[in-house]
């Protein structure tokens, strides 16, 4: 059975960097027909895609205009696991995180981040 | 970025009764490879979305038969034949088309 594990703090204080993890389990990290994708959630601003990396040959990586100059997403295929960073956050990053599959058909149990001193 | 518009905003049903969700995009979602790039998920309270239907009308594993999804271009719509009790929640549409990936804002249903 394929599942996402999410695990990383939920309070991060204003300008620090938010850093949550996503352990993919029944499936790998490096698959040729797997994305592997960062959307955060909000009363505010609803479901917002982040970003997503997947492997085809090497690694591609691809972030959203909204966070791109403050957000690393990377792939440990040692661990099996997707990592997200997001700096300097504020309280508008207040949100749950998830990290879901290809198009969704998969999705982690979800993380809600708050920012806040 | 698409803008996906979902319409209504809540709907209130009757168990037993039609439902139908509309999503609008701004920008058709025919990818060049001839896949339609829509999708709708079902969120219950406190559950991450899970998705029901992907490219416009395929359900997806364990779906019940009565939701079904159509439409084509940038005009898309679920439809559940008769409404259960279990399926409350917010349903959203999304698109991958196109980068970013972009949602609908959601329809509340709710059972009367």
């Known amino acids: 059975q394929v599942q996402l594990q999410q695990s990383g703090p939920g309070l991060v204080k204003p300008s620090q960097t938010l850093s949550l993890t996503c352990a993919i389990s029944g499936d790998s990290v490096s698959s040729s027909s797997a994305v592997w994708n960062w959307i955060r959630q909000s009363p505010s601003r609803g479901l917002e895609w982040l970003g997503r990396t997947y492997y085809r040959s090497k690694w591609y990586i691809d972030y959203a205009a909204s966070v791109k100059s403050r957000i690393i997403i990377n792939a440990d295929t040692s661990k099996n696991q997707i990592s997200l960073q997001l700096n300097s956050v504020t309280p508008e990053d207040t949100a749950v995180y998830y990290c879901?599959?290809?198009?969704?058909?998969?999705w982690g149990q979800g993380t809600l981040v708050t920012v806040s001193s | 970025d698409i803008v996906m518009t979902q319409t209504p905003l809540s709907l209130s049903v009757i168990p037993g009764q039609p439902a139908s969700i509309s999503c609008k995009s701004s920008q058709s979602l025919l990818h060049s490879d001839g896949k339609t790039r829509l999708y709708w998920f079902l969120q219950k309270p406190g559950q991450p979305p899970q998705l029901l239907i992907y490219e416009v009308s395929n359900r997806f594993s364990g779906v019940p038969d009565r939701f079904s999804g159509s439409g084509s271009g940038t005009d898309f719509t679920l439809k559940i034949s008769r409404v259960e009790a279990e399926d409350v929640g917010v349903y959203y549409c999304?698109?991958?088309?196109?980068?970013?990936?972009?949602f609908g804002g959601g329809t509340k249903v709710e059972i009367k």
């Open positions: 999304m698109q991958t088309v196109q980068l970013p990936l972009t």
């Open positions: 879901t599959r290809r198009f969704g058909d998969l």
